[in-house]
């Protein structure tokens, strides 16, 4: 089993960074390929970005690569989420997700592992 805790998220204005993290517990982290996922009120869970569990690999939702980057950091048993230019329609509960394999995850029924969300809103 793995726990999943993510953290970093509140209230910046458009053009505005942050940075969130995803502490993972239980498991041997470097084994757990990763991935960010987003839900705005109203509409389904999207997916966001994706890293492999080595960290070689990633893949990024069209409507945030070249703003957004997944990284971990496997001895500290943790992934992150740098978000820059943000945007108000990035608002959204942003949730991080683990499971255990060698390639790239990119949608929701991939993914064993959840963490509760973190909130992201992004003022105009």
């Known amino acids: 089993q793995v726990q999943l805790v993510e953290s970093g998220g509140g209230l910046v204005q458009a053009g505005g960074s942050l940075r969130l993290s995803c502490a993972a517990s239980?498991?041997?982290?470097?084994?757990?390929?990763m991935g960010w996922f987003r839900q705005a009120p109203g509409k389904e869970r999207e997916f966001v970005a994706a890293?492999?569990?080595?960290?070689?690999?990633?893949v990024y939702a069209d409507s945030v690569k070249g703003r957004f980057t997944i990284s971990r950091d496997n001895a500290k048993n943790t992934a992150y989420l740098q978000m820059n230019s943000l945007k108000p329609e990035d608002t959204a509960v942003y949730y991080c997700?683990?499971?255990?394999?060698?390639?790239?995850?990119?949608?929701?029924?991939?993914?064993?592992?959840w963490g509760q969300g973190t909130q992201v809103t992004v003022s105009s």
């Open positions: 890293i492999t569990r080595s960290g070689g690999g990633t």
């Open positions: 239980g498991s041997t982290f470097s084994s757990i390929a």
């Open positions: 997700a683990g499971r255990r394999s060698i390639v790239l995850l990119t949608t929701t029924g991939q993914y064993d592992y």
